[in-house]
């Protein structure tokens, strides 16, 4: 398995823009900002690549996490690595809330995975999700997409937008073909968690300079 983590420095942050939760414009302290990319077949098969951060005001960055799995073993074995880095920065760290966009069928595969592995964790009562994407249609009242959302915000991403079928029969291939992964360029797989390190650090940075946009 690929265990992947990176710090991004952040400047400062005009809490005048941040969005509010609840009347709370400091909870992106408080906060995980998660991304799965999966493969689900009529039902959930596995978690491909896990991807989250934080923000650290006293060392003003976001660390981002990734774990991306290698074969079919990994696709077990990366569940409880799940539980285990939600567990740790709820209770270690105070992190209360998740921050997703369209997170719903991401909290689907985990919830479907993690019952069907005897995992006991229930992501619904440890933790206050907030749905970006759910945020804005109630602001604006229209539908949006995370790619069109970053254009609003200016984010440019630095990976090509992969889209999800493809991801999803790349994960597939890599969990019947042992070999499969061995044998994707390494650019490929650079590119994967790329794009998934930007879905995740996207999140922050449109939480905390919404006002600006929406």
Same mark, same amino acid.
């Given at each position: 398995?690929i =265990?992947r983590?990176?710090?991004i420095g952040?400047?400062?942050i005009?809490?005048?823009?941040?969005l509010?939760?609840?009347n709370n414009?400091?909870?992106?302290?408080?906060?995980?900002? %998660?991304d &799965?990319e999966h493969?689900?077949?009529?039902k959930?098969?596995? =978690?491909?690549?896990?991807?989250?951060?934080?923000?650290?005001?006293?060392?003003?960055s976001?660390f981002?996490?990734?774990?991306?799995?290698?074969?079919?073993?990994?696709a077990?074995? =990366? &569940?409880p690595?799940?539980k285990e880095?939600?567990?740790? /920065?709820?209770n270690n760290?105070?992190?209360?809330?998740?921050?997703?966009?369209?997170?719903?069928?991401? %909290?689907? !595969?985990?919830? /479907?995975?993690?019952?069907?592995?005897?995992?006991?964790?229930?992501?619904?009562?440890e933790f206050?999700?907030?749905d970006?994407?759910?945020? /804005?249609?109630? #602001?604006?009242?229209?539908?949006?997409?995370?790619?069109? &959302?970053?254009?609003?915000?200016?984010? #440019?991403?630095?990976?090509a !937008?992969?889209?999800?079928?493809?991801l999803?029969?790349?994960?597939?291939? =890599?969990v019947?073909?042992r070999?499969?992964?061995?044998?994707m360029p390494?650019?490929?797989?650079?590119?994967i968690? &790329?794009?998934?390190?930007?879905? !995740?650090?996207?999140l922050?940075?449109?939480m905390?300079?919404w006002?600006? /946009? !929406?």
């Amino acid at each position: 398995m690929i =265990i992947r983590n990176n710090t991004i420095g952040i400047e400062k942050i005009n809490k005048t823009l941040v969005l509010s939760f609840e009347n709370n414009s400091e909870l992106y302290k408080n906060a995980l900002f %998660f991304d &799965l990319e999966h493969y689900v077949y009529k039902k959930p098969i596995c =978690i491909g690549v896990f991807g989250c951060c934080y923000y650290d005001e006293g060392e003003k960055s976001l660390f981002v996490t990734q774990y991306m799995i290698e074969n079919k073993c990994d696709a077990e074995n =990366i &569940l409880p690595m799940v539980k285990e880095y939600f567990n740790k /920065y709820k209770n270690n760290f105070g992190k209360r809330y998740i921050v997703t966009f369209s997170g719903n069928n991401d %909290f689907t !595969v985990l919830r /479907y995975l993690f019952k069907e592995n005897n995992i006991d964790f229930d992501i619904d009562s440890e933790f206050i999700h907030i749905d970006l994407q759910k945020q /804005y249609e109630k #602001e604006k009242k229209e539908c949006i997409g995370l790619k069109n &959302l970053e254009k609003i915000f200016e984010i #440019e991403r630095e990976s090509a !937008v992969i889209s999800g079928s493809n991801l999803a029969k790349t994960i597939s291939k =890599i969990v019947k073909d042992r070999e499969y992964f061995s044998r994707m360029p390494e650019e490929k797989k650079e590119n994967i968690l &790329l794009y998934n390190e930007q879905d !995740v650090t996207s999140l922050f940075y449109i939480m905390t300079e919404w006002k600006k /946009y !929406v």
